[in-house]
């Protein structure tokens, strides 16, 4: 977010090729341009750190790296050190989600940045399913070292790792009495990590846990406290002693990296054992560096949880104030369940190979301008044949310029929906601030468009806020629920990645794996008294506040749905087998969530709005219709048939929509960005065989009124032609439909 002279001052050096002294004095030096960039006092100022919106949320690749780097770490093997590709945080080599990268420059999360119109890109893989996997791995990575089961390539297993990774010792740690070197250990992190911003209030709790998991060596033993067990292979051992190379550890505490305080964690390469078969004491004569090797650990995997870690400027924590614990919207009742499911299509969908014309017979008088005879002839090489193709006669047909289309044979689950009559079209439609024609592609005329068509980042926003004029409009998700307040409660869930549909203030959305659901910090079990005391304090940094906001809800939402997904997956019946593919899990993990009750064997809310995405849409050099439709429609079958098998099939509407449709005309190869489409809806709820709006009414490079030129159509209809009436059914008074569809009296 940087200020408009620091934006000047780069623009400048671009323009003039001179910054100060700098720079060859042609347009365009980038020698100057980087110099402005780096050695602007904006980019230098450290008293900006003190700026609650100054810096950036840290991507995840840098933070993994800079662990590395700051450790020290080496292979014994002498070799490099090999690292595995970050899929798991987001960041996998080559397999970014579009062209713009592993994020987007307009990423605006909800909370204090958003409220304040900042945006955070990086913060776009800062969600619970990417950020909980970096976290623990990270917290591995200090005990394991660089293997599988962190960023690594070899196995985890010593035996068969081809280069240990070792981390050097902290530098002076060695040469202080215990207390003062916790102290040290956390300074000296706090320096290479950190940059020397760790706060206080993180310090403290860093040294709270230290001395709890690991107390100072003052005496010589330490009994175990006697509700504590011997671990059976000490029991095991005739001579009273551990054996050879195990462990001596409590069984209530066995997957613990060190015991309790109060109870040592021993074996004999610390020294003198004294183990007591039969007994309830195990203990050891002290060990300091033993002590220090586990400090340093604890250390470690302590500071890569705090806010300083993961963001660039200062947290200044509010230590008199109590952050508000988030948690999932309640039931109401009353007014029934209802889900809305909706689907995102990335890369813009190329949908009339969706939905297409029926024969000029069945077409009347519209036949010379809008027929398949006049689609195969103007979609050339990206056409599909007749046998592609499967036939629909909507009921109100006479509305449109065909009474006959067809659908694609790759979306049949659609086709037999429409036929079922729980099944709706919504032809030629996209983002839109109010109708326009071909005649207003010059003359403007006060008309209103949605800024920067066809560029996929600005589009995918619009379709997500139908609120394209308004730069910091929330999610049309996110405005539903809040105008469903007053009569019921609402939880909006994002699968798999944020989305700028689901965005509120007021009802920020929950993420969800798509394979686990609920995402589960396993850091969590062993210092939960740490995060706790972590995410309760509230930062004056947004950015850091951000980083809590997720940490905080993620942790709480876990912990109140996880046992109820558990019993679902390991008791309830899934009636489809579902494909193997990510929409598939996506739906899947949905139609979970909403089969969950409570205690009462309720429905734990009124309403529940989800949001997914499937890619494989951006066809510039594909001649079908996106890789992403047979997946699509494999996983439609299957939520259906599993929403049908639990009785919850007129509980639930799928809507589809993208960043914007594609040319109805062939590059040669493929398709290119255009603007007005074809979407569908599914749902038990949906009666009759209909379509809303009217399928364009040529295809004919005719100039008509909605012939925007080179293959585009002009959309007749904005999203709002399928959210009106599904705000209507969802329940959303009349009288807030404006605030949920701020453009609809516009149509």
């Known amino acids: 977010n940087p200020s408009p002279r620091y934006i000047e001052v780069v623009a400048n050096a671009f323009a003039t090729g001179r910054y100060g002294t700098r720079g060859s004095g042609l347009h365009g030096c980038m020698k100057a341009t980087i110099t402005a960039l780096l050695l602007d006092r904006e980019a230098r100022s450290t008293t900006l750190d003190a700026d609650p919106g100054h810096g950036v949320s840290r991507e995840p690749l840098l933070k993994i790296l800079q662990v590395l780097r700051a450790q020290e770490v080496r292979a014994d093997n002498g070799g490099e050190v090999r690292t595995f590709p970050y899929n798991s945080m987001g960041s996998d080599i080559f397999h970014a989600p579009s062209v713009f990268g592993f994020y987007l420059p307009t990423n605006k999360p909800s909370g204090p940045l958003a409220d304040r119109g900042l945006v955070s890109p990086e913060a776009t893989l800062n969600i619970a399913p990417m950020l909980f996997k970096m976290l623990d791995r990270l917290g591995d990575l200090f005990t394991k070292g660089l293997c599988r089961d962190t960023f690594g390539q070899e196995s985890c297993n010593a035996d068969d790792r081809i280069g240990v990774v070792h981390f050097d010792p902290i530098p002076g740690v060695t040469d202080f009495p215990t207390e003062v070197t916790n102290k040290r250990i956390i300074d000296e992190l706090d320096l290479v990590l950190t940059d020397g911003r760790l706060s206080q209030e993180s310090k403290s709790i860093i040294l709270d846990e230290m001395t709890h998991w690991v107390p100072p060596f003052e005496v010589d033993l330490l009994a175990c406290p006697t509700d504590y067990e011997l671990d059976k292979r000490c029991e095991q051992a005739n001579q009273g002693t551990c054996p050879e190379g195990d462990v001596c550890r409590m069984t209530s505490n066995r997957n613990r990296f060190v015991a309790p305080r109060g109870c040592t964690r021993v074996n004999t390469a610390m020294g003198a054992v004294d183990a007591v078969v039969g007994s309830l004491a195990c203990v050891s004569?002290?060990?300091?560096?033993?002590?220090?090797?586990?400090?340093?650990?604890?250390?470690?995997?302590?500071?890569?949880?705090?806010?300083?870690?993961?963001?660039?400027?200062?947290?200044?924590?509010?230590?008199?104030?109590?952050?508000?614990?988030?948690?999932?919207?309640?039931?109401?009742?009353?007014?029934?369940?209802?889900?809305?499911?909706?689907?995102?299509?990335?890369?813009g969908c190329d949908s009339f190979s969706y939905l297409v014309p029926g024969d000029a017979s069945k077409c009347g008088a519209n036949g010379e301008r809008v027929s398949y005879q006049q689609y195969e002839e103007r979609r050339g090489v990206v056409k599909k044949n007749l046998a592609d193709l499967l036939a629909i006669t909507p009921l109100n047909g006479h509305e449109q310029p065909c009474t006959e289309f067809y659908v694609n044979k790759n979306l049949s689950a659609v086709h037999q929906a429409f036929e079922d009559g729980h099944g709706a079209w919504f032809p030629n439609v996209g983002n839109l601030v109010q109708p326009v024609t071909r005649a207003h592609k010059r003359n403007r005329a006060g008309k209103k468009f949605p800024p920067f068509l066809f560029a996929h980042n600005f589009q995918q926003k619009h379709s997500g806020t139908l609120h394209a004029q308004e730069g910091g409009a929330k999610g049309v998700m996110g405005r539903i629920a809040r105008a469903y307040q007053s009569v019921g409660r609402t939880n909006i869930y994002s699968i798999d990645s944020y989305r700028k549909i689901t965005t509120d203030k007021t009802y920020p959305a929950t993420v969800l794996s798509r394979r686990s659901g609920t995402v589960k910090l396993r850091a969590y079990e062993k210092y939960e008294r740490a995060i706790d005391r972590l995410i309760a304090m509230p930062s004056l940094s947004y950015f850091a506040e951000t980083y809590q906001d997720v940490v905080q809800r993620s942790v709480g939402i876990s912990k109140e749905l996880q046992h109820m997904l558990d019993d679902i997956r390991e008791n309830g019946t899934s009636y489809p087998t579902w494909p193997n593919t990510a929409i598939a899990e996506q739906l899947n993990t949905a139609g979970q969530i909403m089969r969950l009750r409570d205690e009462n064997g309720e429905h734990i809310s009124d309403r529940d709005l989800f949001a997914m995405g499937v890619g494989g849409?951006?066809?510039?050099?594909?001649?079908?219709?996106?890789?992403?439709?047979?997946?699509?429609?494999?996983?439609?079958?299957?939520?259906?048939?599993?929403?049908?098998?639990?009785?919850?099939?007129?509980?639930?509407?799928?809507?589809?929509?993208?960043?914007?449709?594609?040319?109805?005309?062939?590059?040669?190869?493929?398709?290119?960005?255009?603007?007005?489409?074809?979407?569908?809806?599914?749902?038990?709820?949906?009666?009759?065989?209909?379509?809303?709006?009217?399928?364009?009414?040529?295809?004919?490079?005719?100039?008509?009124?909605?012939?925007?030129?080179?293959?585009?159509?002009?959309?007749?209809?904005?999203?709002?032609?399928?959210?009106?009436?599904?705000?209507?059914?969802?329940?959303?008074?009349?009288?807030?439909?404006?605030?949920?569809?701020?453009?609809?009296?516009?149509?």
């Open 285 to 347: 004569t002290p060990d300091a560096e033993y002590a220090r090797e586990q400090n340093m650990a604890i250390a470690r995997q302590l500071i890569v949880l705090m806010p300083e870690f993961h963001v660039s400027n200062l947290r200044m924590p509010e230590a008199n104030k109590v952050r508000n614990v988030t948690a999932l919207e309640r039931r109401k009742g009353g007014n029934g369940y209802k889900a809305v499911v909706g689907i995102m299509l990335n890369g």
């Open 617 to 747: 849409f951006d066809t510039h050099f594909v001649d079908y219709p996106g890789a992403g439709t047979p997946q699509l429609n494999a996983a439609l079958a299957a939520f259906r048939e599993e929403m049908e098998g639990h009785g919850m099939w007129e509980d639930v509407v799928v809507v589809t929509y993208s960043d914007f449709a594609r040319t109805i005309t062939s590059n040669g190869q493929g398709t290119d960005h255009a603007w007005g489409g074809n979407y569908f809806a599914i749902g038990g709820s949906i009666k009759d065989k209909v379509m809303l709006s009217s399928f364009v009414e040529s295809m004919d490079a005719d100039g008509h009124d909605l012939d925007w030129g080179n293959g585009i159509v002009i959309p007749k209809w904005g999203y709002e032609v399928y959210w009106g009436p599904i705000t209507d059914w969802v329940g959303v008074d009349f009288e807030r439909w404006g605030y949920v569809l701020p453009n609809l009296h516009r149509f």
